[in-house]
């Protein structure tokens, strides 16, 4: 795929993901434009004075709740990566309403405004909190998948193409527990709630590299889930301080013990390659499913869940991901 000729558009473009796309898509695949979509000029603003400000991006203000705003942006992009969301589960579970508007509804404003725009490619984040989920945020993510993948029914005459990547935690994101625990290393205590949660993860490179390769190999329909590494949260505190208390606090409302990326129901129509799984579209009545050929079937009964995996990572694992987060938590450059 010849990106050098492509404009794409980054909904929430100003968040950790966003950055290190933009960042990493100008280094390495030299588009003609990226549009950066998001609602806070601030964080905008600071984005241009932190070094982004090449040629090449263009900065726009709006919400994914506008469809308006969405399809003027949308004009002439050939991508689409949809990283908005609100994402913090409290947060979704106090304002319920708030995160329905913003990742269902602001899911379907995008969906709508790239076809109408006649945007080649959709790509959508989305976690696995959508597997199985147990409180409000996966709930709205597992409605955005179903969006995203079934929305293929409408521009199969077309050129839209629509597809998903469910990944689990990013270590060092915004609101992720990696900055909490930094912060909290410095009383000499750290909390978890629960010592036998497990939890995948992967770095944000390894995040931002998994969606460049699914867009370029995507047909529309597929739902991609990269191989990553899982880790108890108590070796993960331990990892970062390794000299501190660990205090188990209890399970908090909608907080699981282990995460899924993959339902044995979704198996049944999933292929694995050697570096991820393809869920591909339950009814396949336009296209998505030459991954059959591409992959080898799952066994009945299969599932794969951060308590399941068959890669872990060990205390020095751990330190090796914790490593440049913390550079910048001690330089004071970390977002929490």
Not at 62 to 90: C, N, S, T, Y
Not at 150 to 157: E, K, L, M, R
Not at 185 to 194: E, M, P, Q, S, Y
């Amino acid at each position: 795929m010849n990106w050098t000729n492509k404009t794409i558009l980054v909904t929430g473009g100003t968040g950790s993901f966003g950055k290190k796309f933009t960042k990493m898509l100008l280094a390495e695949k030299n588009p003609q434009k990226i549009i950066i979509f998001s609602r806070d000029e601030l964080k905008q603003h600071e984005m241009r004075v932190a070094g982004y400000n090449d040629p090449r991006l263009r900065y726009f203000i709006g919400d994914v709740r506008d469809r308006d705003r969405l399809l003027r942006a949308m004009h002439g992009v050939d991508i689409v990566v949809h990283a908005a969301a609100l994402k913090q589960v409290p947060a979704c579970e106090y304002n319920p309403m708030e995160a329905i508007k913003t990742n269902i509804i602001g899911t379907s404003n995008v969906i709508e405004a790239a076809l109408d725009a006649g945007v080649k490619k959709v790509l959508a984040l989305s976690t696995d909190k959508a597997v199985s989920p147990a409180n409000l945020y996966g709930g709205t993510k597992l409605v955005a998948e179903k969006l995203v993948v079934q929305s293929n029914n409408y521009s199969a005459g077309t050129s839209t193409r629509y597809s998903c990547v469910r990944y689990g935690n990013v270590v060092g994101s915004r609101g992720s527990v990696v900055p909490l625990f930094l912060k909290m290393r410095a009383t000499g205590k750290l909390t978890v709630t629960d010592d036998r949660m497990t939890r995948f993860w992967l770095s944000l490179e390894q995040g931002v590299q998994f969606v460049i390769n699914c867009i370029e190999q995507m047909e529309g329909g597929e739902v991609f889930v990269p191989k990553i590494p899982s880790t108890t949260v108590v070796d993960l505190a331990r990892a970062i301080a390794p000299d501190a208390e660990i205090e188990i606090i209890g399970i908090r409302p909608g907080e699981k013990l282990h995460e899924d990326l993959l339902s044995v129901d979704e198996s049944r129509h999933s292929v694995e390659l050697d570096d991820m799984f393809v869920v591909q579209p339950v009814e396949a009545s336009w296209f998505g499913y030459s991954w059959q050929d591409k992959g080898k079937t799952l066994p009945e009964g299969f599932s794969y869940t951060s308590d399941n995996n068959s890669e872990w990572l060990d205390l020095e694992g751990m330190k090796k991901y914790i490593a440049p987060f913390e550079k910048e938590f001690n330089e004071g450059t970390l977002e929490g």
